[in-house]
């Protein structure tokens, strides 16, 4: 009997060998443009429809966790599928791999904003990236409403969380948590709006996965490995910071950024845009890393970068330490400050994964637990949906205002700050990905072409 779970073990691995799944994640970081709505979209089609490696009800169970954390729920969501593919060493593949070309890219466009005063040289390039990434979200809300919303009251649910989000500024949490009481509740009242099943089937409306679900994971969580965990992820996300301090000092710029994005790794809830609020607030207001319209420009950056949108504490820590090195040659500041805080606002999801994971397996058949997820997966639409709706409304005008009337919160639009260009790349982008289906590489790519030629002709 103990033997068992070995077989199946190895059985996965022979299915997905850990090389074949190295260079697929090392192909998904390369396209995780457009913020999680796009970087999800990319992974359920990666592996949910083309590889087949794990099927649509797993996918949802494991993103649902993910949504309840702090943290990046997208990179999360990757660092877990890892886990379930190819244990430890494949949520850790999976996970750095995720990051690691934003981190490249962003750091590179740091070096550059820094060297030359402004970012005048990707203007250009992201003026047409940025309208690709809104039809990329777009693309998402209709993929994954496509998979989760199977059923009217889920319907409902993930209309609720949109004019929630969108119209009363609903903090994310309490949208999350009152979906998630929402399908608890309908399990015990009215079982049979709900689908059926308790997440351990293979479809859930997507295609069957080579490797049947109740094969992926059978270890049982142990106190021993939850301390193991805890241990070993606490040590490694608090020793460069320890360095840090011993080495420059506990007064230096280094050591402030290091401390405070530890603390903000752990108190995002509520997606990025939620936790930039306050980071933005802090760095200009109260540390002075750097100003609210280079704070804007990081944004933009970090917006049309691969990885994580989150990364724009990197480009916030980069010039904040490049500008107050103390003793520390400028550069060589901006860089140890960049990679510093990427350092500690990533290591954590890892724990937060091979901590909690294994107990969120053995949840996959309690029947409750998975009726609150389905009312979280619903919800996550309406949350993309939200996200959508932000990206049309800050990519296609340039100026917005608040339409602020008691409960009621909405951002609107000043129709005399269209973006023409904008407009036309967006519509551009839209045929390409619904008509033409093109890739989103390709789309991004020729999106990036036609920005630059936009900004070669003259205006007059």
């Given at each position: 009997m103990r033997s068992e779970p070995r077989e199946i073990a190895s059985e996965a691995r022979d299915v997905v060998p850990f090389r074949r799944a190295v260079r697929t994640w090392f192909a998904i970081s390369l396209q995780t443009f457009g913020g999680p709505a796009g970087q999800i979209a990319v992974m359920q089609r990666t592996l949910v429809e083309e590889r087949r490696?794990?099927?649509?009800?797993?996918?949802n169970h494991a993103l649902n966790y993910c949504m309840l954390l702090p943290g990046p729920e997208a990179q999360q969501l990757a660092i877990y599928i890892g886990w379930l593919l190819n244990g430890t060493r494949g949520g850790l593949v999976a996970g750095t791999l995720f990051v690691l070309p934003g981190v490249l890219a962003l750091l590179?466009?740091?070096?550059?904003?820094?060297?030359?005063?402004?970012?005048?040289?990707?203007?250009a390039l992201f003026a047409g990236l940025a309208p690709a990434v809104l039809a990329i979200v777009a693309q998402a809300v209709m993929r994954v409403g496509r998979r989760s919303l199977n059923r009217p009251v889920l319907i409902a649910l993930a209309c609720a969380g949109f004019v929630a989000l969108a119209f009363f500024a609903v903090p994310f949490p309490f949208v999350i948590l009152a979906a998630?009481?929402?399908?608890?509740?309908?399990?015990?009242?009215?079982?049979?709006?709900?689908?059926?099943?308790?997440?351990?089937?293979?479809?859930?409306g997507g295609p069957a996965p080579l490797i049947a679900d109740?094969?992926?994971?059978?270890?049982?969580?142990?106190?021993?490995?939850?301390?193991?965990?805890?241990?070993?992820?606490?040590?490694?996300?608090?020793?460069?910071?320890?360095?840090?301090?011993?080495l420059i000092g506990t007064d230096s710029v280094l050591t402030a950024q290091g401390l405070?994005?530890?603390?903000?790794?752990?108190?995002?809830?509520?997606?990025?845009?939620?936790?930039?609020?306050?980071?933005?607030?802090?760095?200009?207001?109260?540390y002075g890393w750097l100003s609210p319209g280079e704070m804007v420009r990081g944004l933009a950056l970090a917006e049309t970068t691969p990885g994580p949108l989150i990364m724009v504490v990197q480009f916030v820590a980069f010039v904040g330490a490049y500008r107050d090195p103390g003793a520390l040659d400028p550069w060589a500041a901006g860089l140890l400050g960049a990679l510093l805080t990427t350092w500690v606002t990533f290591v954590p999801c890892f724990v937060f994964i091979f901590l909690g994971a294994p107990h969120v397996e053995r949840l996959r058949h309690n029947q409750a637990i998975s009726a609150a997820l389905t009312g979280i997966t619903a919800a996550v639409v309406g949350v993309i949906a939200n996200l959508a709706l932000y990206f049309a409304l800050h990519t296609l005008f340039a100026s917005t205002h608040l339409l602020d009337w008691g409960p009621f919160h909405f951002q609107l639009p000043d129709p005399t700050t269209v973006r023409?260009?904008?407009?036309?790349?967006?519509?551009a982008a839209l045929v390409m990905i619904f008509r033409l289906r093109w890739s989103m590489l390709r789309t991004l790519g020729a999106c990036a072409v036609l920005g630059l030629a936009a900004a070669l002709i003259p205006t007059g």
């Open positions: 490696w794990i099927g649509q009800r797993r996918f590179a466009l740091s070096v550059l904003y820094v060297g030359l005063g402004s970012t005048a040289a990707v203007g998630a009481a929402v399908g608890w509740l309908l399990a015990r009242l009215a079982s049979r709006t709900l689908p059926t099943g308790t997440g351990h089937g293979d479809g859930d109740d094969d992926l994971h059978h270890e049982a969580p142990t106190a021993r490995h939850a301390l193991r965990v805890l241990a070993v992820g606490v040590l490694l996300w608090g020793l460069p910071l320890l360095a840090v301090a011993t405070f994005f530890s603390g903000a790794a752990l108190v995002t809830f509520g997606g990025a845009y939620a936790v930039l609020a306050y980071v933005a607030q802090q760095a200009v207001e109260v023409p260009v904008a407009l036309v790349i967006t519509a």
